[in-house]
């Protein structure tokens, strides 16, 4: 069983940076990409940024130039440096992971149960 674990989400003030980290554990034989989305109350949950290969990184165009996603692949974490934080940032931040068990040749779409970031002054 494969399971992601969110930390470092908070309260921060407008301007101000968070760091958010996603640590993927269990039978892991490989991970493909991870990411991160957020869902902000009553709107749909988005992609924010995705990492492959611990190297090639994507961007939603509201987070470019201020938030920065990077991968441990020593340690299966994923982490979201977050930058010159806005109100409208505030959203539960999930992780995901495309991960390939042990044991099975399937890969498996995994999510992790959420960290919560508020901007606000």
């Known amino acids: 069983q494969v399971q992601l674990v969110e930390s470092g989400g908070g309260l921060v003030q407008p301007g101000g940076s968070l760091r958010l980290s996603c640590a993927a554990s269990g039978t892991i034989f490989s991970i493909r990409s991870m990411a991160w989305y957020r869902q902000a109350p009553g709107k749909q949950r988005e992609l924010v940024a995705t990492?492959?290969?611990?190297?090639?990184?994507n961007y939603a165009d509201s987070v470019k130039g201020r938030f920065t996603v990077a991968s441990d692949n020593a340690k299966n974490t994923m982490y979201l440096q977050m930058n010159s934080l806005k109100p409208e940032d505030t959203a539960v931040y999930y992780c995901?992971?495309?991960?390939?068990?042990?044991?099975?040749?399937?890969?498996?779409?995994?999510w992790g149960q959420g960290t919560q970031v508020t901007v606000s002054s």
């Open positions: 995901n992971a495309i991960v390939r068990p042990e044991a099975t040749p399937r890969w498996g779409n995994y």
């Open positions: 990492i492959m290969s611990g190297a090639l990184t």
